[in-house]
């Protein structure tokens, strides 16, 4: 099958398509994140792989099970995980244990746009 579709998941694969970036949670809302799902039609999956626009401002702290991968795509990140903190930009990345009390925010005068990818063990139950 050349050039399949994105609207199905096809023999384990899914497309998404830029234009078909699902906003999960819009600027103003949630810890004032954007987040743009890129597999949300994938069925099963045991990774989850977004862009994220993190705010402004004070820091919001995650920790939950698994691992996450960030990669400076845009602008200037403030990273934290548990006491460590330093500034990532374009190009940079960063792979933790996501268990450890983490985040990030924007600095400079441009929002930071990170890929995300976290992992989830839980999903491999």
Do not use: W
């Amino acid at each position: 099958m050349e050039n399949p579709e994105p609207a199905e998941e096809v023999n384990g694969m899914c497309i998404v398509r830029k234009k078909e970036g699902k906003a999960v949670i819009s600027r103003g809302t949630l810890y004032g994140y954007n987040y743009t799902a890129l597999a949300y039609k994938k069925a099963g999956k045991n990774i989850e792989p977004y862009v994220i626009e993190p705010a402004f401002g004070d820091k919001k702290v995650f920790s939950h099970e698994g691992e996450e991968f960030h990669y400076t795509l845009e602008g200037t990140q403030e990273s934290y995980y548990g006491e460590i903190k330093c500034l990532l930009g374009p190009g940079d990345s960063i792979y933790f244990d996501s268990i450890v009390p983490h985040g990030a925010r924007s600095i400079g005068k441009v929002r930071a746009k990170i890929l995300v990818v976290t992992f989830s063990y839980k999903r491999l139950a």
